[in-house]
C-alpha cells in the first residue's frame, strides 16, 4: 500500500486530455512538500516529467503540465500521443516516514 | 554523456550479502546528493536510501534500515549499496537515482540509471 494514492489506470484516445491525480495526506503532499512526476516506459529508465508541481524539466513538452491543491497533485496531458502509453508515478515527501514517498503509479494506456 | 550505470545485482540466497555499485558521469558527481530506489516485480517504486553531497548525511527506509549501508567515492564518480540479510522481499531492480541539490532530504529525482536486478532466492 503506497502512501501516495494513484488510480491503477486511466485511459485516452490519441489528441484527447488525460489528468492523473495523486492523493496524499497532511505528512506530506498536504504540508508544504512539493510533488514530482516520473514517467516511467516498461524497460527504460525512468524520467523527471514534473518537479516542484509545476515545473517542466528542459526537453518535456508542454503539452505536460502539474499542479497541487492541498493534498493532491494533478498531471494533465494534452494532445495525447501513443508514445505518452506509460506508467506515471508522482513523489513527495513524507515528514512521518523522513524520507520519499512515491504513488503506487498510473497506467496510462492510449486507445 | 550523462548517465549512471549500475552493476553487482545477481541472485543471492537469502540471508547472504550482495554489494551493487553505481558509475556516474558526464556531470560533477560531488555536487549531488544520490540515492537507490528499486522496483520489486509488478510493483510501485520505492525509496530506498540517500547520500549528501559528501556523505555526512545518510537517509535510509524503514525496510532496509539496519540491513543495507549507502556510501559513495567522490574520488572515483561511485555510489554504493552494500546489502546484507537480504530477504526475498528484496527481490527487486534497484536504481541508482541523482537528486538535484547537495542534500538527500526532500529530494527530487532528476537522473536514473537502467538498473540492476537482485533475486533472493532459495
Known amino acids: 500500500q503506497s502512501v501516495l494514492t494513484q488510480p491503477p489506470s486511466v485511459s485516452g484516445a490519441p489528441g484527447q486530455r488525460v489528468t492523473l491525480s495523486c492523493t496524499g495526506n497532511?505528512?506530506?503532499?498536504?504540508?508544504?512538500?512539493?510533488v514530482h512526476w516520473y514517467q516511467h516506459l516498461p524497460g527504460t529508465a525512468p524520467k523527471l516529467l514534473i518537479y516542484?508541481?509545476?515545473n517542466r524539466p528542459s526537453g518535456v513538452p508542454d503539452r505536460f503540465s502539474g499542479s497541487k491543491s492541498g493534498a493532491s497533485a494533478s498531471l494533465a496531458i494534452t494532445g495525447l500521443q501513443p508514445e505518452d502509453e506509460a506508467d506515471y508515478y508522482c513523489?513527495?515527501?513524507?515528514?512521518?516516514?523522513?524520507?520519499?514517498?512515491f504513488g503506487g503509479g498510473t497506467k496510462l494506456t492510449v486507445l | 554523456e550523462v548517465q549512471l550505470v549500475e552493476s553487482g545485482g545477481g541472485l543471492v540466497q537469502p540471508g547472504r550479502s550482495l554489494r551493487l555499485s553505481c558509475a556516474a558521469s558526464?556531470?560533477?558527481?560531488?555536487?549531488?546528493?544520490m540515492h537507490w530506489v528499486r522496483q520489486a516485480p509488478g510493483k510501485g517504486l520505492e525509496w530506498v536510501s540517500g547520500?549528501?553531497?559528501?556523505?555526512?548525511?545518510?537517509g535510509y527506509s524503514d525496510s532496509v534500515k539496519g540491513r543495507f549501508t549507502i556510501s559513495r567515492d567522490n574520488a572515483k564518480n561511485f555510489l554504493y549499496l552494500q546489502m546484507n540479510s537480504l530477504r526475498l522481499e528484496d527481490t527487486a531492480l534497484y536504481y541508482c537515482?541523482?537528486?538535484?541539490?547537495?542534500?538527500?532530504?526532500?529530494?527530487?529525482?532528476?537522473?536514473w540509471g537502467q538498473g540492476t536486478l537482485v533475486t533472493a532466492s532459495s
Open positions: 537515482v541523482k537528486g538535484e541539490g547537495t542534500s538527500w532530504y526532500i529530494p527530487w529525482f532528476d537522473l
Open positions: 558526464g556531470f560533477t558527481f560531488d555536487d549531488f546528493a
Open positions: 513523489q513527495s515527501y513524507d515528514s512521518s516516514l523522513t524520507g520519499p514517498v
Open positions: 516542484g508541481n509545476i
Open positions: 547520500i549528501s553531497w559528501n556523505g555526512g548525511n545518510i
Open positions: 497532511s505528512s506530506n503532499i498536504g504540508t508544504h512538500y512539493d
